[in-house]
C-alpha cells in the first residue's frame, strides 16, 4: 500500500497545502477532494467539467477500469476550479505544466510532497509520515485516508465509498446500478469529505 496520512493530520495539510502558490498544490488539492488518482487529475480537461451539475466526467479511456466516471464535486472543489478559470481556460488542462502547457508529472506533487514533509519536520520533528511504514506519505495514499475516514467517521455502505474511488466491484450487475442509483450518495460523500477536509480552516473562521 501506498504511504498514507491519517486522516486526522488532513484538515492541517489542507490548511498548509493552501499556503503554497501554483498549479501543483492547486491539482493536488483537487486529488484530495475528489479522492481521484494523480493520473485522472493530471488529465483532467474543463470540457469534462458538467457545472451544471457540479460532475465532473472522467472518459472511460483515462480511468483503470476502462469505464467513464462520474465525480460528484464538492462546492470546495468546484470553488477550486472557478479559482483557476479566468487563468488558463485558454489550455484544454484544467492544471497544465507552467512551462510547456502539456500534463503534469507526478515528480511534481511528489517534490511539492517532499518540500512540505521538510518544512512540517523543521517544525515538528515529525512532518508528515505515515505511521505504519514510517515512510513520506504519497499522492495515491490520500485515496487510502479517504478510505479510512469513510470507514470510520461515516455510515456509508462500503460499495458507495469503494465506487467513489473508481475500484470495480465483483457483481457486475451491481456495479452497474451503483453508476447510476448512488449518484446523490456519492455526492453527499464527497460534500461530508470536503467539509471534513477544511475543517480546520473553519475553525479559525
Known amino acids: 500500500p501506498h504511504p498514507s496520512l491519517p486522516y486526522e493530520q488532513l484538515s492541517e ?8 502558490q501554483g498549479i501543483s498544490p492547486r491539482a493536488l488539492e483537487f486529488a484530495i477532494l475528489t479522492a481521484c488518482r494523480s493520473g485522472e487529475v493530471f488529465g483532467a480537461q474543463w470540457q469534462e467539467i458538467d457545472f451544471k451539475n457540479n460532475v465532473w ?3 472511460k479511456g483515462r480511468m483503470k477500469a476502462d469505464k467513464e466516471h462520474r465525480v460528484p464535486l464538492s462546492q470546495e472543489a468546484i470553488n ?6 479566468a487563468h488558463n481556460l485558454s489550455c484544454e488542462f484544467i492544471f497544465p505544466a507552467p512551462r510547456t502547457g502539456d500534463i503534469l508529472s507526478d515528480m511534481s506533487l511528489t517534490t511539492l510532497i517532499k518540500r512540505m514533509h521538510k518544512q512540517k519536520l523543521a517544525e515538528n520533528g515529525l512532518g508528515y509520515i505515515d505511521p505504519k511504514q514510517n515512510r513520506v506519505i504519497t ?19 462500503r460499495e458507495v465509498c469503494e465506487h ?25 460523500l464527497m460534500a461530508d469529505w470536503a467539509v471534513f477536509c477544511v475543517s480546520s480552516l473553519k475553525s479559525i473562521a
Do not use: C, M, N
Open 57 to 59: 466526467i472522467i472518459p
Open 80 to 85: 477550486l476550479l472557478e479559482s483557476l478559470q
Open 139 to 157: 499522492t495515491h495514499g490520500f485515496r487510502s485516508t479517504f478510505r479510512d475516514w469513510s470507514a470510520d467517521q461515516t455510515d456509508y455502505p
Open 13 to 20: 495539510f489542507i490548511r498548509h497545502l493552501r499556503e503554497k
Open 164 to 188: 467513489v474511488l473508481a475500484h470495480k466491484l465483483p457483481d457486475e450487475v451491481e456495479a452497474a446500478y451503483l453508476r447510476g442509483a448512488y449518484l446523490t450518495k456519492r455526492k453527499g
